[in-house]
Each structure stands twice: as C-alpha cells, then as structure tokens.
C-alpha cells in the first residue's frame, strides 16, 4: 500500500545519467552485489575507509538520528511482551499470551502459517497496535503511556517494514528512501548521498527519480527496507520482508540485516518460511498463540 503526502520539504534529488528505458522497464533485477558492505565498521553508511575506520570509532545503531535524543538510556531490554494479546480482526484469529523479551542485538524469526498471529505481532512491537491485555514495552519504556510526540520519537528509532510497506506515493524513490533523515533533521546533501549509497546498493539506483507506483512489487519491497534501515535503527522489525522477491534480490536485503544485526541492531523477521534465515532465537505462532520459543541457529 502507498500512500500520498503533500510536497515534499526539501528538493527532489534528480540524476540525469540513468534514464529508464524499455529494457529497464522489464527487467528490475539488481546488479551485482558491492564487494564491500553498505553499512563501514564504524557504522557510517557508505564509508570506505579501511577497516577499522581511524575517523570514527563504533556508532552504535539509532545514533544516525540526531533529532532523537535517548528516552531511555542504555535499557537492558530492547523490546519486550508481557502477556501481550491483541484482538480478533478482519475474521483473522487473535494473538494471546505473548511474553517475549529481547536484548540489544538479539535476532528473532517469528514464523508460522498466514493468519497465525505474525502481523499482529509485528504491529504490537512496532507500536501500530495497542495492546488489549498485558504489556509492551519498547527500549525501557511503555510506550503508551508516552505523548503522542513521545510516541512518535521512540518509533523513530525503530526500523519498520509492514506487508502493506507504507510507501509514500507522491514522493521519489530517492525521496522516500530518505525520509527517515530527513525528519531526523540530516543535512540535505548528506541524506541525499546517503540515500543514493543505499538504493544503489539495493539494485535500485537507475530507479531513483521513479514513484513507488512505477516500480514491482519486488522493487517496492527492496525500497521499504532501504526506507527502514536508512537512519540506523536500533530495533528493526520486518514483516515478509522479501516475499516478493528474487532469490539474489532476497540473499542481499537477508545480509543486509544480518549485517546490522551484527552491528548492534535487535532483528525480528516474521515469515511463513521457518529457515529464513539462521536466527538464534526462534518463535512459531499456531493461530494466535506462541509455542515454547526455540533457541539455536537454524536456516540458510
């Protein structure tokens, strides 16, 4: 799903070298991965000085943001559910007695059958969705017991990508995959480089001065994740998040968040597929209710 805006704040990022034409138009596949990781050592996109990066020392996730002031320091837990239930909707079962608690850096897949309670999930933890029993709690903090401005900070610190993708329709490519830096206040020049760095990376480059309506479905879900991860997020939570896509399109966004969670990024995939990829931690939902979580790598 996308979704219209009025103009946007800063000027459309334009790049006259790569044009689209017919052959373009028909085949979206991405070119050969980069050699060299997109996200450097020390946490800058794009960098590439070697490594270990002598400018900088480690950036921890969410540290690209600097509109979003700490809410909550240094919090022992990254994302946690305590009895967490969300309602029945759309004749979809509910989801019941969800008590999960993540640590900074810990990577999750949720997996089970359409329907089994993924989504809704995903929606408690990315704060779409409030809780009808029991509690959430996101980077130390209950989040609706927030402002709505509080709110709103706090998820600005989390990486999203729903199935619906949210994408913004009468924004660019280049423009939506910026967004997140640009309401963190980044420079223009440097969200739009940055940008630039990531869609290229992301096979999505020549596709830069497109709307989201002009690209595949494939091509929207690659640009949600580039959207998501743009502003180095400390939680990052992804739906199907290469369901629509080629087997190399999906190797490459799976490492791109390998890569970040390695970086210092809590990682939680859902998928109906149960080895998507090698999560140490494991939960499978069977119509709204968790079985006992699994823990060991298991996956490609």
């Known amino acids: 799903m996308v979704q219209r805006a009025g103009p946007s704040s800063f000027a459309p990022f334009r790049d006259t070298r790569d044009r689209d034409t017919p052959s373009r138009l028909t085949d979206h596949s991405p070119p050969a991965e980069p050699s060299r990781p997109l996200f450097h050592s020390c946490g800058l996109l794009g960098c590439r000085a070697p490594a270990p990066c002598a400018r900088v020392t480690a950036k921890p ?24 239930a969300a309602p029945r909707r759309a004749g979809v079962p509910g989801l019941e007695g969800v008590d999960l608690d993540l640590a900074p850096g810990d990577f999750l897949l949720v997996h089970g059958e359409a329907g089994a309670g993924k989504s809704l999930l995903m929606g408690l933890a990315g704060l779409t969705l409030r809780p009808a029993t029991g509690r ?42 910026a967004l997140p830096m640009q309401i963190a206040g980044v420079r223009p020049e440097t969200r739009r480089r940055d940008a630039r760095e990531l869609l290229d990376w992301m096979g999505l480059g020549s596709r830069a001065d497109a709307l989201p309506r002009d690209l595949d479905h494939d091509e929207q879900q690659r640009l949600a994740v580039a959207r998501a991860v743009a502003g180095r997020p400390e939680i990052i939570l992804a739906d199907e998040p290469v369901g629509w896509m080629g087997p190399e399109a999906a190797r490459r966004v799976l490492r791109l968040l390998l890569q970040l969670n390695r970086q210092g990024a809590t990682l939680v995939l859902a998928s109906r597929n149960p080895n998507l990829a090698p999560a140490p931690r494991r939960m499978e939902l069977v119509r709204g209710r968790p079985l006992p979580e699994a823990r060991g790598e298991v996956g490609a």
Do not use: C, H
């Not at 969410?62 to 837990?77: D, E, Q, R, V, Y």
């Not at 980077?139 to 600005?156: E, F, K, S, V, Y």
């Open 61 to 84: 996730p969410g540290t690209a943001l600097p509109n979003a002031a700490p809410l909550a320091p240094n919090p022992a837990s990254a994302l946690r559910l305590a009895g967490a």
């Open 136 to 177: 959430v709690e996101v980077l130390g903090l209950n989040p609706w017991r927030l402002t709505g401005a509080g709110r709103a900070r706090l998820r600005r610190r989390m990486g999203l990508v729903f199935q619906d993708l949210d994408l913004i329709e009468d924004m660019t490519v280049a423009e939506n995959a």
